[in-house]
């Protein structure tokens, strides 16, 4: 599957981005998405996930309830709506689809990568 991020640009910390990722190729509702980051000289890490059907989702604690998962399998999309931004937030942000239907956190389940759409939350 190719997968396509937009929506990343330049936000003043308690402002509000939404990325889009759409994807192409094989079946989008068979595998479950996710979104992940990685700032400046750190380690990519899992931001939030959803499961086939969007019926389950995963955040992590540095993001829950401030950022929300949802995905269109009819127009092939997974968003992530991000609200009250922090500058700690600031990164690229990497959507993924998983290698099976089920939700999961982990980096190593999923095995196609979008190619990266750039966040900077300013203070």
């Known amino acids: 599957v190719q997968l396509q991020a937009s929506g990343g640009g330049l936000v003043q910390a308690g402002g509000s981005l939404r990325l889009s990722c759409a994807a192409s190729?094989?079946?989008?509702?068979?595998?479950?998405m996710g979104w992940f980051r990685q700032a400046p000289g750190k380690e990519r890490e899992f931001v939030a996930a959803i499961s086939w059907g969007g019926g389950s989702t995963k955040y992590a604690d540095s993001v829950k309830g401030r950022f929300t998962i949802s995905r269109d399998n009819a127009k092939k999309t997974v968003d992530l709506q991000m609200n009250s931004l922090k500058p700690e937030d600031t990164a690229v942000y990497y959507c993924?689809?998983?290698?099976?239907?089920?939700?999961?956190?982990?980096?190593?389940?999923?095995?196609?990568w979008g190619q990266g759409t750039q966040v900077t939350v300013s203070s």
């Open positions: 993924a689809a998983s290698r099976s239907s089920y939700l999961t956190t982990n980096a190593m389940d999923f095995g196609s």
């Open positions: 190729g094989r079946t989008f509702s068979d595998y479950a």
